[in-house]
């Protein structure tokens, strides 16, 4: 298995490639807080919740993660995390990985438009995103 860069990392949800435009993308598992835990989900160690955290760039151009996630709020979608990079083909291998599911759309809690000054010309508005996954992430090796 290959250790994973910190600047190779592609992001793709709905099929298209929002790399350029996220700074970060983050699976975090956290318990859940469910009303019922049946005695094998205790023996599994207890339920657990994943989320999605990006943060990325404020854009309204219709191919940018920030406007698909302003346009699209409350739909299920597929998305891929290729923490190794992506190969040309599209097919996960031992040393490039990929995880894929399914997320839900949804608004940051926060700032959405807008953010602080800044003199450098080339910094941009970024939004923290939270999308809650509908299961944990499937590994692809092949």
């Not at 600047?7 to 318990?31: C, I, M, P, Q, W």
């Not at 205790?42 to 994943?50: D, I, S, V, W």
């Not at 939270?130 to 992430?137: Q, V």
């Amino acid at each position: 298995m290959a250790e994973w860069g910190t600047r190779s990392l592609v992001f793709r949800v709905n099929n298209a490639d929002f790399t350029a435009t996220v700074s970060k993308v983050r699976v975090k598992s956290g318990e859940t807080d469910a009303d019922f835990v049946s005695f094998a989900d205790a023996a599994a160690g207890g339920l657990r919740k994943y989320k999605l955290v990006m943060t990325l760039k404020q854009d309204n151009a219709a191919t940018a993660l920030w406007f698909f996630a302003w346009s699209a709020s409350g739909q299920t979608v597929p998305y891929e995390v290729w923490p190794n990079g992506r190969p040309v083909n599209g097919v996960a291998t031992p040393t490039q990985p990929k995880f894929t599911g399914s997320a839900v759309v949804m608004e940051p809690d926060g700032d959405f438009i807008g953010g602080d000054a800044d003199a450098s010309p080339t910094k941009y508005f970024t939004a923290d995103f939270e999308w809650d996954l509908t299961a944990k992430p499937v590994l692809g090796t092949s």
